[in-house]
Structures are given as C-alpha cells and as structure tokens.
C-alpha cells in the first residue's frame, strides 16, 4: 500500500512534466485537470486512494439522457469498450456515463499518459462517433458540446 501524498507528488510531477494544468483539492486525493480540445473544455478527475488512481471525466449525467435511449446508448458503450484499446466507459450507480481508467499506484509515467490519454480519447470518441449512430437528443447534444452548428 503505498502513501496517498507521495503518489500525489508523483502525479503532480508527471503534469507537470506533460505541461498540464491542474488543481488539487483541499484534502489532497483528487486532482482536477480541465482539458481542452478545440473550443471545448471538460474536467478530467484523478482520485487517488492508497493502491489505486482513477482517471475518469463525465461525458453525460443521468438527466440528460433522454430515458427512451438508454438502451441504445449502453448496448453502444458496451461495444466501445470491446471495440477500442485502453477506453472504457462505465456507468455509476445514479446513472451517470463516464469515460475512465484505473491505474495502480506503483504505475510509471508511460502507462498513465496512457491511460489518460485513453480517457480523453474516450469523451472525444463519444460524442463525434457514438453519439451520431444514436441520433436523436444524444446527436443535438453532441453537436453542442463539439461546438457543431
């Protein structure tokens, strides 16, 4: 089991290293590190607990999925993660879709650039492939949040 603090260090060195912008929070376990691609930016969160790190961004909460779609978007997240290397999407217990990682502490920089990379890939991937194969209000939402008139 490793120390939370020193792992932190760790992560903060390594974005510091990958010249990324981040805030950690007043308890010290989570980082939050906003992202930006185009015009678009979103959190990526890392927590970090004493054997593991978790990568993860919210790509949906549960409200804005429009309830006659559910099925279509799971049965499409599902094929995703066999679908794509390192990407995986999960579902929290309110509903929430998330693009996420999890990494063991003792990991090195390689593998979690990796792994974050794949997260952010992941949102990305979400709205430009998976969202249209759904259409619908998932499809307006995608357009929004890519910045697609």
Known sequence: MADVNETLEKVKGWLDELDLNYY???????????YKIDQRTFNVRIVIAPD???LFCLIMAENEIPKELVPAIHANLLLANFN???????IDPKGNIYSENDLPVETDIVSFKSELGAVVFGYQYFYEQIATKIGGEVYKMAKTKLGIT
């Open 24 to 34: 950690v929070s007043q308890e010290g376990t989570e980082i939050m590190l906003p």
């Open 52 to 54: 593991w790190m978790q």
């Open 84 to 90: 794509l290397n390192e990407v995986t999407y999960s």
